[in-house]
Nanobody, 120 residues
Framework: DVQLVESGGGSVQAGGSLRLSCASS????????MGWFRHAPGKEREGVAV???????NYADSVKGPFTISKDNAKNTLYLQMNSLKSEDTAMYYC???????????????WGQGTQVTVS
């Protein structure tokens, strides 16, 4: 199985930026959707952004514009650039791979352990 390890989370003031990274232990080339999901206390896990094997991206409406998902196949790494952060972006952020799309959370077979993002 592929292992995913997130990094880059932390605490930031509203309006600030963070860049999350997700390193894969195996090749991500040709993988189905990879994406970022988040889980805030008292809320269900939700999709944030995904990227298909051909580079097509899809975002949750709440993050369109400020957030950008990208990947580097050579480095087997997925990224999420988060700008203009708001308090409502506070959550545990998870990297996932080998899924079908933004709204098909359960289709993703590989998950990281998560990285906490706190916006105050």
């Amino acid at each position: 199985d592929v292992q995913l390890v997130e990094s880059g989370g932390g605490s930031v003031q509203a309006g600030g930026s963070l860049r999350l990274s997700c390193a894969s232990s195996g090749s991500i080339y040709g993988t189905l959707c990879m994406g970022w999901f988040r889980h805030a206390p008292g809320k269900e896990r939700e999709g944030v952004a995904v990227i298909d094997s051909d580079g097509t991206t899809n975002y949750a409406d709440s993050v369109k514009g400020p957030f950008t998902i990208s990947k580097d196949n050579a480095k087997n790494t997925l990224y999420l650039q988060m700008n203009s952060l708001k308090s409502e972006d506070t959550a545990m952020y998870y990297c996932a791979a080998n899924g079908l799309g933004l709204r098909y959370i359960r289709s993703f077979g590989w998950w990281g352990q998560g990285t906490q993002v706190t916006v105050s």
